[in-house]
């Protein structure tokens, strides 16, 4: 094991283990080798790593819901630099220069790089031949289940970031042990990797992740040591995530059995009492409740790391008439959207917010808006993986028949509309499910970032669907036309002209400008169409 140092300078970590109890340590120009002595010090250091989700989290609904049919750029008829970048986006011809793909390129490998960190401090190494995580000696004190709980919480981590890359930008840097000063050269020498070879190093991270981590059930989890394991990976988080990998790679039977454990034995389940069961799952005075395996965890207070969101997704120039502080007006949803929801599904009234002055209305994100006394200061927590994903991506795995359509009328059900279940009559073949399924998981799931991977994987898992994710989009520009699309400035684009802009090559993101032109050693591959 080499012996690497690091340099924190004017870092805080943050330890959200516990959201009442919060600690935050100053580290400045601290040695990896003077820090990581104990399993308190990993945990310290992998807190930090909890925290680095968040810079991830602020582009990333730029990555996911304003390329999908959900959301749109809110003020078409905006010049402004930042806001045409955005639009940009939403039109899929961004510029390999465009801040936002470049900035969550970098957020996510910054987190990888301490990810590394701790598991280079604990001597767990991925052999690439073997496709596996190897433990070596590490001189941090630490026992077996210390090393486990720990290793495994980070070993998902990194699968999280590597996962989301590799589905945005395609084959990207594979990158497995930190390279610290002098070494940093080395990077330089690394090119991009296959997409089968990144997919190889998450299944092992996920894999050492569910046989590793801790894997008592919600109840006794949620409970053990005061509560402050709350918010920390487990083994039934790691386990969703593999299954959802697997799922895309359209490993079906292999998802399914570990969905089958998660669903019999974590204890994990939806949120079905109270009043307003679906709004409850969200609720600030409820966070990492039963149907919450994993969420990027905010805190309000002044501490800086309150959530910005409920000022991001406001509508813009409401001033306080939604959140205090008034809202950039960004991810707003699409009508269609809107108009996708039944009359009687609950979904619709606590996602979707309306706001209107004169003939200006606008449908934003309600679900991420929380009041706030600061600006970009909210409470609320960012859900990634829920209960009823886990039992929609078992429908997925199970494929047309009475146990999925049961699975699917759960999430229904809980939405108030269980007087109109899915039935084998109105659910007469498997082009009808997937489409039935592909619709409840997108308004389940709305302005969660989860959407744009739905559209990326279903047409695989359920090659019935009726429409591809090229094909969707064309269809969303074709609906939204008259009340946004064609609304942009002088020369406005056609329908044709949008339409054409999407293309399967353009499913993915360029890679960074930036990677490609301050690489001087090699020649790095930009994705084709840009």
Not at 85 to 105: G, H, M, Q, R, V
Not at 125 to 142: E, H, R, W
Not at 168 to 193: D, K, M, W
């Amino acid at each position: 094991m080499k012996r690497i140092y690091i340099f924190i300078i004017g870092i805080s970590v943050l330890s959200l283990s516990c959201k009442k109890n919060i600690d935050l340590y100053p580290l400045n120009n601290v040695a990896v080798d003077n820090f990581y002595k104990n399993a308190g010090e990993v945990q310290t250091a992998l807190s930090g790593c909890y925290a680095g989700l968040r810079n991830t989290l602020l582009e990333e609904w730029q990555m996911t819901e304003l390329r999908s049919d959900n959301t749109i750029m809110g003020n078409s008829g905006s010049t402004s630099v930042p806001n045409r970048e955005k639009s940009d986006i939403d039109l899929f011809i961004p510029s390999t220069s465009l801040t936002a793909i470049y900035s969550y390129w970098s957020a996510n490998y910054t987190n990888i790089r301490n990810i590394n960190l701790v598991l280079n401090s604990l001597a767990l190494d991925y052999d690439s031949t073997s496709g596996k995580l190897v433990k070596s000696t590490s001189a941090v004190n630490i026992t077996d289940g210390e090393f486990k709980e720990l290793a495994a919480q980070a070993a998902f981590l990194r699968a999280y970031h590597y996962f989301n890359l590799v589905r945005l930008y395609g084959g990207v840097f594979l990158i497995h042990e930190p390279f610290i000063g002098a070494q940093a050269l080395e990077a330089t020498n690394i090119n991009r990797s296959s997409i089968s070879s990144i997919y190889k190093l998450i299944l092992a991270d996920l894999e050492y992740a569910a046989a590793n981590g801790v894997s008592l059930n919600y109840t006794a989890f949620a409970a053990s040591n005061a509560g402050n394991n709350l918010g920390k990976v487990n083994a039934w988080t790691a386990k969703a995530l593999l299954a959802k990998v697997l799922l895309t790679l359209n490993r079906k039977s292999e998802a399914g059995i570990l969905l089958d454990d998660i669903i019999a034995n974590s204890g994990y389940g939806l949120v079905t009492s109270g009043i307003t069961p679906y709004a409850d799952v969200f609720s600030v005075n409820s966070e990492m409740n039963k149907e919450i395996l994993f969420a990027v965890r905010y805190k309000a207070g002044g501490l800086g790391i309150g959530s910005p969101w409920p000022n991001t997704f406001a509508p813009e120039l409401s001033g306080t008439a939604v959140v205090n502080g008034d809202g950039d007006g960004f991810n707003t949803g699409s009508i269609e959207l809107e108009n996708s929801y039944a009359t009687a599904d609950n979904r619709k009234a606590f996602t979707l917010g309306i706001w209107s002055t004169g003939a200006n209305r606008r449908v934003y994100a309600k679900k991420h808006i929380t009041p706030v006394t600061l600006l970009r200061d909210g409470e609320n927590d960012w859900p990634v993986i829920r209960y009823a994903d886990v039992i929609l991506m078992q429908a997925e795995a199970k494929g047309y028949s009475p146990e999925a359509i049961a699975l699917i009328n759960q999430t229904r059900a809980r939405a108030g509309l269980s007087a109109t279940p899915l039935t084998a009559v109105n659910v007469p073949t498997a082009q009808r499910f997937a489409d039935s399924l592909a619709m409840e998981r997108r308004l389940e799931f709305a302005f969660e970032n989860v959407r744009w991977f739905d559209m990326l994987r279903l047409k695989t898992t359920l090659p019935d669907l009726t429409e591809d994710a090229v094909a969707r989009i064309k269809s969303h520009y074709a609906y939204m036309y008259s009340s946004h699309y064609g609304k942009y400035p002088s020369p406005i684009p056609s329908l044709a002209v949008i339409q054409g802009n999407v293309t399967t090559n353009k499913l993915l993101l360029p890679i960074p400008q930036r990677e490609i032109d301050n690489n001087s050693k090699i020649a790095i591959p930009q994705n084709p169409g840009y």
